[in-house]
């Protein structure tokens, strides 16, 4: 079955220096895509970054990377330069293969509470 | 502004009362789905649609309907609300050939 892991529950991290999340996923699918969303303490959900499996470079978005490694299974997010505003919970996300019908659903990993120290 | 919104934002209710919870968005999104989260078991889909009257079953589907009559607008309908359907519910829409879901501000409901 489809699965998305994220093994570290909470981390924490000085501000101004990098940090790594990791994500591990499960899928017998070539084609799928991945996803990091960040939740802050008020709630909303905001996208952050996309790779897809076919995506032979790793994303980048300002001071968001992603490291794939497909043999691996893992879509590491990577933030650099801390700032106390990422502060969050960060969810890894995979969109499974289109089926037969043309539909595709989505799973979400469990989540990584970030705290970052001033 | 582009958006998707959720009405109410908070819910408490009691057991077996009928409600509904609405999501519209304004951007012409094909794609729909709600979710539910759940403190150490991350968002779950419940239903999905990828069109007017096109809707599929998420992996927590039990005790909710949905329908999507207009392409904005995409309902979830809880039957008779049980307490274990207390939980942050979201809604979500994403345009074809597009990659991120655009989420709306959630829906905290309580089934006492």
């Known amino acids: 079955a489809q699965k998305i892991t994220q093994t570290q529950p909470g981390m924490f991290v000085q501000e101004k220096e990098a940090v790594t999340l990791d994500c591990t996923y499960d899928?017998?699918?070539?084609?799928?895509?991945l996803f990091w969303y960040k939740q802050p303490s008020s709630g909303e959900m905001i996208f952050l970054i996309y790779?897809?499996?076919?995506?032979?470079q790793n994303a980048t978005e300002g001071r968001y990377s992603l490291n794939f490694q497909k043999a691996r299974k893992s879509a590491n997010l990577v933030i650099s330069a801390s700032q106390l505003g990422d502060s969050a919970m960060y969810f890894c996300?995979?969109?499974?293969?289109?089926?037969?019908?043309?539909?595709?659903?989505?799973?979400f990993g469990t989540g990584t509470r970030l705290k970052v120290l001033a | 502004e582009a958006q998707v919104t959720q009405n109410p934002r908070y819910l408490i209710t009691v057991t077996g009362k009928k409600l509904t919870v609405t999501c519209s968005q304004n951007?012409?999104?094909?794609?729909m789905s709600w979710y539910r989260q759940d403190p150490g078991l991350g968002l779950r889909q419940i239903y999905y649609?990828?069109?007017?009257?096109?809707?599929d079953k998420g992996d927590v589907p039990e005790g909710y309907k949905v329908s999507r009559k207009e392409k904005r607008n995409f309902p979830l309908i809880l039957e008779s609300p049980s307490p274990n359907q207390t939980s942050l519910y979201f809604c979500a829409s994403s345009p074809p050939n597009r990659n991120e879901q655009f989420f709306g501000p959630g829906t905290r409901l309580t089934v006492l």
């Open positions: 899928t017998s699918d070539q084609s799928y895509g």
């Open positions: 649609s990828m069109n007017v009257e096109v809707t």
């Open positions: 996300a995979m969109r499974e293969a289109f089926s037969t019908s043309g539909t595709y659903k989505y799973i």
């Open positions: 790779q897809g499996s076919y995506d032979e």
């Open positions: 951007m012409n999104h094909e794609y």
